[in-house]
């Protein structure tokens, strides 16, 4: 007679470093799922590519982190996260004047409203991964947090940057593009 054995329970690893990394994965799965609903929704063309930009990064943060939870899960030490520069990063200090978005006042309220919710995860995004950076032991951890919540900023100064173009309050990320008065 042949002795039944019970299926072995894989072992669920705790602790807070990898609470966190579950809860950022988890996160970016949010926004990723959020943007791809906020593309196809969009009717502003610039506002439409700003959210397919942002599913590319929400898409790299999300490897970055599962590969992370990988190598602690096996046991081992947390590792230097490679990041690039985002396509983001790369695009917005090389957008020459606010002419290369779409002409201001081009978005609906639906544009608008999904905008404002998209800052505000962004934002979310960015104050998370500063406080477990600033919980985090290792070095490598602290490291990739900081550069999680930069690349967050990034966006949100972005999304910002649409807002301010669509609903034409006359700023460009931050900077005055008309003034009424003159310098005499």
Not at 59 to 74: F, R, S
Request: with cysteine; proline share 3%.
């Amino acid at each position: 007679m042949k002795k039944q054995t019970k299926p072995v329970k894989p072992v669920k690893k705790t602790g807070a470093g990898l609470d966190a990394l579950q809860k950022a994965i988890q996160s970016e799965k949010s926004a990723l799922e959020t943007y791809l609903k906020f593309a196809r929704q969009t009717k502003n063309v610039s506002g439409k590519d700003m959210f397919l930009r942002l599913c590319q990064d929400e898409l790299g943060h999300l490897n970055i982190l599962e590969k992370e939870l990988d190598t602690l899960m096996a046991g081992q030490k947390w590792v230097k996260a490679k990041f690039q520069p985002s396509d983001i990063e790369e695009i917005l200090p090389h957008l020459a004047s606010p002419k290369d978005l779409a002409p201001a006042g081009q978005g609906s309220s639906d544009d608008l409203a999904a905008l404002n919710l998209a800052l505000e995860m962004e934002k979310k995004a960015s104050n998370f991964y500063k406080r477990e950076g600033l919980k985090a032991e290792d070095k490598n951890a602290q490291a990739m947090y900081a550069r999680l919540a930069e690349m967050e900023e990034a966006h949100y100064n972005l999304i910002q940057a649409e807002l301010d173009h669509i609903k034409d309050v006359g700023f460009w990320f931050g900077i005055q593009e008309f003034t009424l008065e003159t310098n005499e």
